[in-house]
């Protein structure tokens, strides 16, 4: 069992900056593998934003975010985070953390994950 707790949305001005966080809870007989941010804006489908990969810690990025957001986590994977930067309108949306407990190669698939958070709202005003 995992538990995935997102927290650090909110209201931010555009070109401000916030930084999401992700509490991943699990059993010690359970392993994480590659874990994940996505978004779900209003009236949209939910869309990769970030990944990084379990074994060599690759980073990945949907086109939209790359060099203004970047994804981080600690060796243990007890803890995902989500750095953006230079905040759009458009960012806006429900935030979500996933990871899966088996190993995948792809990462930009929301079906490539087992576990996700409950997710974190982010509004960004013009």
């Known amino acids: 069992q995992v538990q995935l707790v997102e927290s650090g949305g909110g209201l931010v001005q555009a070109g401000g900056s916030l930084r999401l966080s992700c509490a991943v809870s699990k059993h010690t007989t359970t392993s994480i593998y590659n874990m994940a941010w996505f978004r779900r804006a209003p009236g949209k489908d939910r869309e990769f934003v970030a990944a990084i990969s379990w074994g060599d810690s690759m980073t990945y990025y949907a086109d939209s975010v790359e060099y203004r957001f970047m994804i981080s986590r600690d060796n243990a994977k007890t803890t995902l985070e989500l750095q953006m930067h230079n905040l759009k309108p458009e960012d806006t949306a429900v935030y979500y953390c996933?990871?899966?407990?088996?190993?995948?190669?792809?990462?930009?698939?929301?079906?490539?994950?087992?576990?996700w958070g409950q997710g974190t709202q982010v509004t960004v005003s013009s």
């Open positions: 996933a990871v899966v407990t088996m190993r995948r190669t792809e990462v930009r698939y929301e079906t490539q994950y087992d576990c």
